[in-house]
């Protein structure tokens, strides 16, 4: 069984640029979270996705974007970046939709100049 | 709106004491909590959830609807148990809300 990966690690990106972050789920999980945590912030839910559905979101602005593979990989777009997007990105996969053990990737560190 | 509340930013106790480490939430259907917990240099993982009532590490956790409480306890800390923690909430949607964390530090 693997785990939740996240890639890259870090990514520096300038205002107005659009950035995308990829997430492959733990194997067998057809459930994958987003979340934004900023410094000394909690984890923010941005979406969810369920079998290439989004299935729940939060409260960012649509310029937030996701997609989900057939293989449940993932991915988090981001438009016309902001200095206030600079944050650390979450996924988190679940087995299947309703249960709530979610499985953490150690996240992609954005940078936004 | 739903809100998760944890008012303690640190906390530091000595090794052996009791610690104690506060939630409150804001929630208007049935609330289901949990906690997160993050050592260092590990990622986010979850620690226990209300719905089960269980003891993980010797960590437990009562869900007090009048006082709109989850705060998680433990007898005795170990050194071991130095982490940030998160209280989270789930929510309509399969949204989870977490709170600011409380980054605990056992004094040896």
């Known amino acids: 069984e693997t785990g939740v990966t996240q890639s890259p690690t870090h990514l520096i990106k300038t205002r107005g640029q659009q950035v995308t972050l990829r997430c492959s789920s733990q194997?067998?999980?057809?459930?994958v979270s987003w979340y934004q945590q900023a410094l000394g912030q909690g984890p923010q839910f941005i979406f969810q996705?369920?079998?290439?559905?989004?299935?729940g979101r939060g409260n960012f602005p649509p310029r937030f974007s996701g997609l989900q593979f057939p293989n449940y990989s993932s991915e988090l777009n981001v438009n016309a970046l902001e200095l206030d997007d600079s944050a650390l990105y979450l996924c988190?996969?679940?087995?299947?939709?309703?249960?709530?053990?979610?499985?953490f990737g150690p996240g992609t560190r954005l940078t936004v100049l | 709106a739903q809100r998760v509340t944890q008012p303690e930013k640190l906390l530091s106790v000595f090794k052996g004491a009791p610690v104690e480490l506060k939630c409150n939430y804001s929630?208007?259907?049935?609330?289901?909590l949990f906690w997160y917990v993050q050592y260092s240099r590990q990622r986010l993982q979850l620690l226990l959830r209300?719905?089960s009532r269980e003891s993980i590490k010797g960590f437990t956790a009562d869900l007090n609807k009048g006082e709109t409480s989850f705060h998680l306890k433990k007898p005795f800390a170990q050194e071991e148990d130095s982490a940030m923690y998160y209280c989270?909430?789930?929510?309509?949607?399969?949204?989870?809300?977490f709170g600011t964390g409380t980054s605990l530090t056992v004094i040896p």
């Open positions: 988190a996969s679940t087995g299947t939709i309703g249960t709530d053990t979610q499985y």
């Open positions: 194997s067998g999980h057809n459930t």
């Open positions: 996705y369920y079998r290439e559905e989004e299935n």
């Open positions: 929630y208007s259907g049935s609330p289901e």
């Open positions: 209300h719905i």
């Open positions: 989270a909430l789930k929510a309509a949607g399969n949204q989870f809300y």
